[in-house]
């Protein structure tokens, strides 16, 4: 097979398991911080704002760790 053909695949395959960690995440910190009385809305909101920030983040892997590490700073305080 011809690798050039099966990057887009691998790309896309990529972007969708990272769409689905970032969305795992969001939904784990609003079950975790609504014990705390943190609304939904401002969890679900950090957790954009910090999506926006690595729109463009040529390595996408790491960006759901990113997200959660900055999210939960944000929320601490």
């Known amino acids: 097979m011809n690798a050039r053909l099966d990057a887009p695949n691998v790309e896309s395959l990529e972007e969708r398991q990272v769409e689905q960690q970032l969305a795992d995440l ?3 910190l609003v079950a975790q ?3 705390r009385g943190v609304n939904e ?3 679900r909101a950090i957790v954009e704002q ?3 920030q690595f729109a463009d983040a040529r390595i996408r892997t ?3 760790i990113l997200v959660e590490r900055a999210a939960r ?5």
């Open 26 to 28: 969001e939904a784990r």
């Open 33 to 35: 911080y609504a014990d």
């Open 41 to 43: 809305g401002r969890v």
């Open 50 to 52: 910090l999506r926006s």
């Open 62 to 64: 790491f960006v759901p």
């Open 73 to 77: 700073q944000a929320l601490a305080g």
